[in-house]
């Protein structure tokens, strides 16, 4: 993802918003905490509006082109992630309480303001983290809205919690970016601290179901890198015949400094982005398997 600018719409990577925006994906700083101050009384009424979905706790969000999706689209990245990657390069959205509260109508009346920029670069709305199945009923009421809205809608999800996505909130989904962050179970482990196999059981249903996947696989040396592990998740993608593309995306340190101002202790200190002749290996690994590669 990019860094947030301020830009006019029309050519323009990323656009700046206003609240609750606190940075771009990979340069945010820590997030307000409105409402921690909050009566019994409110807390218990904002929890209840949380679990209706009414009200979702949302890290930030930008306008983007050309990652998270087709088109330009309004990413919002939710609070919140059960995973505890190694490589995070946005720790800051792991907590849910790091996130502002917003309400699922402010959202809409977002993504409805954008909607001709929608229409016009064949872009949409993208939910993304931390990891939005976190929140399911929050997220399923936006995706309905955004589908009233005539709005192209994507998911950027590990697939950890996939068993939270219902039946209905596929049906409103376009587009499932899957970050299959390792083929090999142990390796999976080491990397995120939970197991593979609710990842892999996720996309076999939204292949199931038709819907369009776009897989992720980060490469990061020594961690991820292996030819057995890279086999491993080719072989299993090449088996999701919904899959339109993969894109492999090189390991970088620019989330390192967040690790660091949040007291967390950040394994992949010493670790140096992938070669270009790593990349080309592991982009070949899955083209080996008539996959589409970015
Ligand atoms: S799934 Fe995403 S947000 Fe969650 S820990 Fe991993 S990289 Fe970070």
């Not at 005539?150 to 998911?155: N, R, S």
């Not at 999976?188 to 369009?212: I, K, N, V």
């Not at 990061?220 to 090449?238: F, R």
Request: charged share 25%; hydrophobic share 40%; with cysteine.
């Amino acid at each position: 993802m990019t860094s947030t600018l301020t830009a006019t719409a029309e050519g323009a990577p990323v656009v700046e918003l206003d609240r609750p925006l606190v940075g771009g994906s990979h340069h945010r700083s820590s997030a307000g905490t409105a409402g921690l101050d909050a009566s019994d009384a409110e807390r218990s009424e904002k929890l209840a509006a949380m679990r209706a979905g009414e009200l979702g706790s949302v890290h930030s969000w930008e306008l983007v082109t050309a990652v998270d999706g087709p088109g330009t689209r309004l990413t919002a990245f939710l609070a919140g992630c059960p995973l505890r990657c190694l490589y995070c390069h946005n720790p800051d959205t792991m907590e849910m309480r790091r996130g502002e509260p917003v309400s699922a109508d402010e959202l809409l009346r977002r993504v409805a303001r954008y909607r001709r920029i929608f229409e016009a670069t064949g872009g949409g709305l993208t939910l993304s983290g931390g990891e939005p199945l976190m929140q399911p009923a929050f997220v399923a009421r936006v995706l309905r809205g955004a589908k009233e809205l005539g709005v192209h809608t994507a998911i950027d999800t590990s697939g950890y919690l996939g068993a939270h996505c219902s039946d209905e909130m596929l049906a409103d989904i376009d587009l499932v970016l899957l970050d299959v962050k390792s083929g090999l179970p142990e390796t999976y482990r080491r990397t995120t601290g939970r197991d593979l196999q609710p990842t892999l059981d996720f996309g076999r249903r939204l292949a199931a179901s038709g819907t369009e996947i776009w897989v992720r696989f980060v490469l990061v040396p020594g961690l991820t890198d292996a030819p057995e592990n890279v086999d491993a998740v080719a072989d299993y993608v090449a088996t999701l015949p919904t899959v339109s593309r993969v894109e492999v995306l090189p390991f970088h340190q620019m989330g390192r400094d967040k690790w660091t101002t949040l007291g967390l202790r950040y394994e992949l200190e010493d670790t140096q982005p992938p070669t270009p002749e790593l990349v080309a290996r592991v982009r070949q690994q899955f083209r080996d398997r008539g996959l589409t590669v970015h």
